[in-house]
């Protein structure tokens, strides 16, 4: 089994992570920057005072540790971006480093037309500084150079919930999966089960997935 740090999990999509990884077996350190505030998190989770935009608190927790899943919110559109940024600069410069499963946006998925659905006419404005946030990231994961092994994971773009977790998904790149219905959803805890996945068999190196029903 691995040693995990999930950034951000205190957060919705983080926690549930947490809580497979170390049902899993996996060792999992939570890297957050209010570890009281996270008492939730599963028996076996360790936490610890972390911050992904901080190149020496990523040094100091890349040591000995195999994957940096960062699941970070609430912030500016610079947030998702620095987060990234910082990841790429400071892990070239580690000997073995960890590799990162970055937990991004679904409006970075291309539409039918071929266009961000983000860059839709009816995006929401309350949601459009993370989108954009999500979309920077992604741009600085594509355009790094060889030293860091990254995956980002897009969720469904509309309908994405906390609910059940069936165990079941199916994957794509960068349009949204869809059933018969032509509808893309999925569960917080199967996106979970899909980052897992990805952690204990990796299929999507250097590479973006989407995942849903």
Known sequence: MGNVVVFGA?????SRIAAEAVERGHRVTAAVRRPEATSYLPAGVR???GDVTSARSVREL?????????AIGGGERELWRDAARTLVDTLREVPDPPRVIHVGGGATLLTPKGTPYLDEPDFPEEYRDAALGQA???AVYQSSADGVTWTYV?????EFHPGERTGHYRTGTDHPVTDDQGRSVLTYEDLAVAIV???EKPRFSNARFTAAY
């Not at 890349?62 to 960062?70: I, K, N, R, S, Y």
């Not at 897009?154 to 509309?158: A, D, G, I, Q, R």
């Open 136 to 138: 920077d990231a992604l």
């Open 10 to 14: 205190g957060g919705t999509a983080g």
């Open 47 to 49: 936490t610890v005072t």
């Open 154 to 158: 897009s969720p469904p773009p509309l």
């Open 197 to 199: 996945d990805e952690i």
């Open 62 to 70: 890349a040591e000995d540790t195999d994957v940096f899943v960062v």
